[in-house]
């Protein structure tokens, strides 16, 4: 079976003519892990029995002859952050090293509960917490369509286990670009869905008002598909809506004539990689020859997105992270005499220079005396930044735009200097802060032949539409 | 916050004991660093006049999403089976089955 080119529907097809059996197809992907991923090192752990028991139950559906489950025999990945029983949950970090959670996060079981079969758990940044997946204790991961490169982060296994072909769909998170930023360096379709229509029960939580879980896959469709499955309300997360699940895979085949496509100005400003500037031109070019109409917006507070992601996010984390602290879960420092010093030992020894960089700002801007300076003043710019997307969505159905400045770079130069490494996520985290949806979709190669992804930015839980130009601007490509 | 947000080093000591953070030698001149470059770039803020700006802690109150604050949206108080205890106690670095055992709290 060729893996390369195997999609969600090619792979559930394969299992229900009996092609292939869902058990082989699983074999055939862990072959594939154990032979390319020595280079690539997006898998931290292979989950073999449960995915094998998994597989087992779906060729024994295709043996009575009853109807299928929509991913049937489809082998995904997940981001190391989501809780999956089973197998370790370290979220790249040492302070959680052999750490078995006792529960499935609700994507995880949603995956399964629709027929996927879990291989195992993908690489990423310490607690979600990078740009190019360089802050993993478990080593980098390498961009498969460049192993000089990063392959973004914090979700650089997720996207590059699907670019290298090592599972059909994977997992990933976004605080601030985690998903979208991976998925155009290495050249695949990643989502970030609405705040609120995924459900995070299970994830290990980094900046709770901005963490999301989304998919990644090789095609617009297939990543329709999987959040499809993904999305809707969950008891176990009150912060998950009720709003109702619009047909995503269904809408897809709805023309896009007509559509209203807003291009933010601030996006292509200074320090936009001229290759991705082009790449963009032509996909908005593509868009009005579909009879789009593409008009210029402004998102004028954009400037002050990055500065107010680093306030909200840190904030926020310095909070979550209290929780690692050696006495529930994960490493403790043995040797320490009370209790106080256990906790800053087994968090200094548990915990990477950026994960500590990052505790050290959130408390210093929620600290006395400066609360109302750094905190208060970044959700102040937080109303404003939001702002500016609703009165765009008032004159446009989406936004286009890059998802990076850059494509993928050399692993180790950005890693000395915080500011310029935050500064990747110039194009992705006011999408996170607004609560809007966004996608990344490959738009074609630079020169050296590295991917650029365009972004698509939607209306609160409009995905159906923002997935509908993601597959205008797919199609493009190909024809 | 001032336009050049300098931190020092007793600045550092200071946020890592309120975070319960052991910094090593050499890791506290690299935090002061690091530290003091992001908040340079934070200060940016400033630029901005938010005075009459309400304060967004997360996007549902943008959406008119008031029904939640009302109670209209909260789930059915009924008892629902947790997580079995030996599972959750399994995962603890000390443990005598039944509860978190932990190094002295207060020393004497």
Redesign the interface.
């Given at each position: 079976m060729e893996l390369e080119s195997l999609t969600i529907d090619g792979a559930k097809a394969a299992v229900a003519s009996g092609e292939v059996t869902a058990t082989a197809l699983a074999e055939a992907h862990y072959t594939r892990i154990a032979v390319e991923d020595v280079a690539i090192n997006s898998f931290l752990a292979l989950s073999r029995e449960r995915a094998m028991a998994q597989a087992a139950k779906i060729d024994g559906l295709v043996a009575k002859g009853e109807p299928l489950p929509v991913l049937a025999g489809v082998p995904v990945g997940i981001k190391d952050v989501l809780a999956m029983q089973g197998a370790p949950a370290t979220a790249g970090s040492l302070i959680l090293k052999g750490?078995?959670?006792?529960?499935d996060a609700t994507a995880v079981a949603r995956l399964e509960a629709a027929g996927a079969v879990l291989l195992g758990k993908l690489n990423c940044d310490e607690f979600a917490m990078g740009s190019s997946n360089e802050n993993s204790a478990y080593g980098n991961v390498k961009n498969p369509r460049a192993l000089d490169r990063v392959p973004g982060g914090s979700s650089g296994g997720s996207a590059a286990a699907v670019a290298a072909s090592l599972a059909v769909a994977t997992l990933g998170t976004d605080t601030g670009g985690s998903i979208r930023q991976p998925a155009a360096f290495c050249g695949v379709v990643g989502v970030l869905p609405t705040?609120?229509r995924v459900s995070r029960y299970g994830l290990i939580a980094f900046a709770?008002?901005l963490d999301r879980v989304g998919p990644f896959a090789k095609t617009v469709k297939d990543a329709a598909t999987v959040l499809q499955v993904l999305a809707g309300k969950d008891?176990m997360d009150a912060?998950s809506s009720?709003r109702p699940v619009a047909d995503y895979v269904g809408s897809l085949s709805k023309p896009v004539e007509g559509l209203r496509i807003g291009v933010p100005e601030e996006y292509f400003g200074e320090g936009l990689d001229p290759e991705i500037r082009a790449a963009i031109e032509r996909v908005l070019d593509g868009l009005k020859m579909e009879k789009c109409v593409v008009k210029p917006v402004s998102l004028q507070?954009t400037?002050?997105a990055?500065?107010?992601y680093?306030?909200i996010a840190t904030a926020e984390a310095?909070s979550n992270l209290?929780r690692f602290?050696?006495?529930?879960?994960?490493?403790?420092a043995?040797e320490?005499?009370?209790?106080?010093?256990?906790?800053?030992?087994t968090?200094?020894a548990g915990?990477g220079?950026e994960v500590?960089?990052r505790?050290?700002?959130g408390?210093?801007a929620l600290?006395a005396g400066?609360y109302d300076?750094?905190y208060?003043?970044?959700?102040?710019?937080?109303?404003?930044l939001?702002?500016d997307f609703?009165a765009a969505f008032n004159k446009v159905d989406v936004l286009v735009a890059p998802v990076t400045p850059t494509p993928a770079f050399k692993l180790g130069e950005k890693t000395d200097?915080?500011?310029k490494m935050?500064l990747e996520d110039i194009y992705s985290v006011a999408a996170s802060l607004?609560?809007i949806c966004g996608v990344s979709v490959p738009c074609g190669e630079t020169k050296a032949g590295l991917p650029i992804g365009v972004q698509v930015m939607g209306k609160?839980f409009d995905e159906a539409t923002m997935l509908r130009v993601a597959q205008a601007v797919e199609r493009m490509q190909t024809s | 916050?001032s336009e050049r947000a300098g931190?020092t080093i007793e600045?550092?000591r200071?946020?890592?004991e309120?975070?319960?953070?052991?910094?090593?030698a050499d890791?506290e001149p690299?935090?002061q660093r690091?530290?003091s470059?992001?908040?340079g770039?934070?200060?940016?803020?400033?630029?901005?006049d938010?005075s009459g700006?309400?304060?967004?802690?997360?996007?549902?109150e943008?959406?008119g999403g008031v029904a939640e604050a009302s109670g209209a949206?909260l789930?059915a108080d009924a008892v629902r089976a947790s997580?079995?205890r030996a599972?959750?106690m399994?995962?603890?670095?000390?443990t005598d089955g039944r509860f978190?055992k932990?190094?002295?709290?207060i020393?004497r």
């Open positions: 750490y078995l959670p006792p529960y705040y609120g709770s008002s008891v912060t009720d507070h400037k002050y990055i500065p107010t680093y306030v310095s209290s602290d050696g006495v529930r879960f994960g490493l403790r043995a320490a005499k009370t209790l106080s010093a256990m906790f800053r030992e968090r200094d915990f220079a500590k960089r505790i050290l700002l408390t210093y600290s400066y300076a750094y208060r003043k970044a959700q102040q710019v937080r109303t404003l939001t702002r609703l200097d915080p500011v935050y607004a609560g609160h | 916050m931190v600045d550092v200071r946020v890592a309120l975070a319960n953070l052991e910094l090593t890791e690299r935090m690091d530290l470059a992001i908040l770039h934070i200060a940016q803020l400033n630029e901005l938010t700006i309400p304060a967004m802690a997360q996007v549902g943008m959406l949206e789930r997580l079995d599972m959750v399994a995962a603890a670095p000390e978190f932990v190094p002295k709290v020393e």
